[in-house]
């Protein structure tokens, strides 16, 4: 019997702007822009294993902005259950679904959701592109997902993005 205190939970990492800080659970962001994994329209929450690799996912989409006129950014830690983390294996990743420009997001949005029906999971952790032979990890969360609410936020707090960044 699973019990609160005998539940094994893992951190999960999000560094997003402070003014969404009512949605950090929604996956509204994805809905309404779409990534690599969710097509505009399904709502995704993109989270990561370590904190390194959610700075590297949010870094990428400064589009060259300088650090110092960004808005501001937060880092969330959110503990999941492990029992509800799926991980899964590179090698059953549809063919060519790290190419940045060539593979159409619909497939992955279609891959993504067939995995989450099939293995019955909250959360999917996948490869970054960014650092694939990293082992940290990118975890997909399914906000639709009625055990969302076994998602908790442990903490909420200013994060400064070094200005020497590019």
């Keep these: ?17 402070d003014n969404h800080r009512d949605t950090i659970l929604t996956g509204e962001g994805a809905r309404l822009n779409g990534g690599r994994w969710n097509l505009a329209g399904r709502p995704l929450v993109y989270t990561s294993s370590s904190m390194e690799l959610a700075l590297l996912e949010t870094t990428v989409h400064f589009d060259g902005t300088p650090p ?30 790290s190419l940045l420009d060539d593979y159409p997001a619909d497939e992955l949005d279609a891959f993504l959701q067939d995995e989450f029906r099939r293995t019955g999971a909250l959360a999917l952790t996948v490869p970054s592109v960014i650092i694939s032979r990293s082992t940290s990890r990118n975890i997909l969360l399914n906000p639709l997902d009625n055990r969302i609410s076994e998602a908790k936020i442990v903490s909420i707090s200013p994060h400064e993005t070094d200005p020497r960044l590019p």
Excluded: A
Excluded at 71 to 82: E, F, G
């Design 1 to 17: 019997m699973n019990t609160e205190s005998t539940v094994k939970r893992m951190n999960v990492y999000r560094i997003q702007k």
């Design 68 to 97: 110092l006129d960004l808005p501001p950014y937060i880092l969330v830690t959110i503990q999941l259950p492990d029992h509800f983390v799926v991980h899964l294996d590179p090698i059953t990743l549809p063919k060519d679904w």
